[in-house]
T-cell receptor, first 114, second 115 residues
Framework: DTAVSQTPKYLVTQMGNDKSIKCEQN?????MYWYKQDSKKFLKIMFS???????INETVPNRFSPKSPDKAHLNLHINSLELGDSAVYFC?????????????FGPGTRLTVL | AQSVSQHNHHVILSEAASLELGCNYS??????LFWYVQYPGQHLQLLLK??????LVKGIKGFEAEFIKSKFSFNLRKPSVQWSDTAEYFC?????????????FGRGTSLIVHP
């Protein structure tokens, strides 16, 4: 009965590889997000996706690409992984029209790049 | 663009001590304000929120926050902390209108409570 789910929970990979993280929400929300949390716990928003409109944080390298097949899913694909990509990635969702854009977070994916 | 400042980056307390974590934001319009908590190894979850009305809001686990519009502040308080309150605390702001859906988070405050 998970509201926002992510897979995998842990991802260990080599530099240069391409990987994807999947996210699904069953809350009926209209907006989904990807956040990156570094080792100092700093939370940085990477993308927001609302009704087919993608808002990109300009500081995010174009190796990162979100893909949304429908309103309930927002996957994150990362090309040519680098050491600095190691972090915990959180997916979140919200309902823009209500609850003041309260964020509902997934459990996180800990990505380790070797 | 709005910004959120959390002045205390690391706070260490003993059990039963009182807690106040500062949060200030910069935005000229009406905002929705949130405090989220992240327990060790877990995801962020909502602690409390302010949309409108009574500026003193109560959340889960005995936490409360007061919105002071003139000071652009939304400080988090708890009269008596417990060891289980050890966590990372994030303040966040979202404009109340205009269809903005990019929330802004503060850098977080790490709270350690010693038993």
């Amino acid at each position: 009965d998970t509201a926002v789910s992510q897979t995998p929970k842990y991802l260990v990979t080599q530099m240069g590889n391409d990987k994807s993280i999947k996210c699904e929400q069953n809350l009926g929300h209209d907006t989904m997000y990807w956040y990156k949390q570094d080792s100092k716990k700093f939370l940085k928003i990477m993308f927001s996706y609302n009704n087919k409109e993608l808002i990109i944080n300009e500081t995010v390298p174009n190796r990162f690409s979100p893909k949304s097949p429908d309103k309930a899913h927002l996957n994150l694909h990362i090309n040519s992984l680098e050491l600095g990509d190691s972090a915990v990635y959180f997916c979140a969702s919200s309902l823009i029209s209500g609850r003041g854009n309260e964020q509902f977070f997934g459990p996180g994916t800990r990505l380790t790049v070797l | 663009a709005q910004s959120v400042s959390q002045h205390n980056h690391h706070v260490i307390l003993s059990e039963a001590a009182s807690l106040e974590l500062g949060c200030n934001y910069s935005y000229g319009g009406t905002v929705n304000l949130f405090w989220y908590v992240q327990y060790p190894g877990q995801h962020l979850q909502l602690l409390l929120k302010y949309f409108s009305g009574d500026p003193l809001v109560k959340g889960i686990k005995g936490f409360e926050a007061e919105f002071i519009k003139s000071k652009f502040s939304f400080n988090l308080r708890k009269p008596s902390v417990q060891w289980s309150d050890t966590a990372e605390y994030f303040c966040a702001v979202n404009p109340h209108s205009g269809g903005s859906y990019i929330p802004t988070f503060g850098r977080g405050t790490s709270l350690i409570v010693h038993p």
